[in-house]
């Protein structure tokens, strides 16, 4: 199906690799310019070379940026314009999300870190875009973990970051709906991503197969998947969904516990 985002501009935070990565590569297969972005230099560089090798250097824009600078931010926005031109249709904001740690270990510094990294990441990428989105329409897809519907020790800081990131994205959705521009999250689940494996690397306790065989799907998720929806949500064939928190997440959200099988209706 085609999605309708053939000459649209994207911008994809978090874009060196994971689900960053993917999203980009989604995006660009369906004929959008893209630039991705993130902070070490090096790994976005190859990233952009990769993607640039299967689509063309004049469709991928590489560019090392800091989520928590504003400054950042602003030219993120400013070198995309002046390499793809005066709009930009599409907006991902993605990144790793808070320290996981128990809430006793929490410092006031860590919390301020940890809003303004992740939160005031989403406040000002927004900031720096919408205003030129509005002339022609767009969307903004949020990605969060799904750890904010399924609390669990050691989450807090995400699971409160997060949550503000969905009240801030359905607010805004009402404010720019008259516009054209759709506000959507999705909360993903366990993917086979860098991310995860260095969480695992510190429980070796856990794997991905466990992790796995926990939800309904009997798998953790590929990154091209996740990417296969966000490329849905922000095509202008989905217009009219808006202000939605969408679960990507192989079941994980409907749940994870134990069965109870029932005895044969003999008994």
Same mark, same amino acid.
């Given at each position: 199906m085609d999605l309708g985002l053939t000459g649209k501009v994207a911008i994809v935070g978090g874009g060196s690799d994971g689900l960053g990565f993917a999203i980009a590569d989604?995006?660009?297969? $369906?004929?959008? @310019?893209?630039?991705?972005?993130?902070?070490?230099? $090096?790994?976005? !560089?190859?990233?952009?070379?990769?993607?640039?090798?299967?689509?063309?250097?004049?469709?991928?824009?590489?560019?090392?940026?800091d989520c928590s600078? +504003?400054? +950042?931010?602003?030219?993120?926005?400013?070198?995309?314009l002046a390499r793809f031109g005066a709009a930009v249709h599409?907006?991902?904001?993605?990144?790793?999300?808070p320290?996981?740690?128990? *809430? !006793?270990?929490?410092?006031?510094?860590?919390?301020?870190?940890?809003?303004?990294?992740? @939160?005031?990441? /989403?406040?000002?990428s927004v900031r720096a875009t919408l205003p030129h989105m509005t002339a022609e329409g767009g969307s903004i897809l949020n990605v969060v973990s799904g750890v904010v519907e399924r609390p669990a020790?050691?989450?807090?800081?995400?699971?409160?970051?997060? !949550?503000? /990131? *969905?009240?801030?994205?359905?607010?805004?959705?009402?404010?720019?709906?008259?516009?054209? *521009?759709?506000?959507?999250?999705?909360? !993903?689940?366990?993917?086979?991503?860098?991310?995860l494996g260095r969480t695992l690397d510190r429980q070796p306790e856990l794997s991905k197969a466990r992790l796995g065989s926990g939800l309904p799907m009997g798998r953790i998720g590929e990154p091209r998947e996740f990417a296969d929806v966000a490329g849905a949500l922000?095509?202008?064939?989905?217009?009219? /969904?808006?202000?939605?928190? *969408?679960?990507?997440?192989?079941?994980?959200?409907?749940?994870?516990g134990a069965s109870f099988d029932s005895p044969p209706a003999s008994e």
């Open positions: 989604r995006l660009l297969r $369906e004929g959008a @310019f893209v630039t991705i972005f993130a902070r070490r230099a $090096e790994k976005i !560089s190859a990233a952009a070379e990769q993607l640039a090798g299967r689509y063309g250097q004049d469709r991928v824009l590489g560019l090392a940026a600078v +504003d400054a +950042d931010l602003e030219r993120v926005t400013a070198e995309t599409v907006l991902v904001t993605n990144d790793g999300g320290p996981i740690r128990r *809430i !006793s270990e929490l410092t006031d510094d860590v919390w301020l870190q940890a809003f303004a990294r992740h @939160f005031f990441y /989403v406040v000002r020790v050691g989450m807090a800081a995400p699971v409160a970051v997060w !949550s503000a /990131v *969905i009240g801030y994205a359905k607010t805004l959705a009402l404010e720019v709906g008259k516009h054209d *521009i759709t506000v959507n999250t999705l909360l !993903s689940g366990y993917f086979d991503t860098p991310l922000v095509s202008p064939n989905l217009r009219f /969904v808006t202000g939605a928190v *969408i679960p990507v997440d192989g079941g994980a959200g409907i749940g994870m």
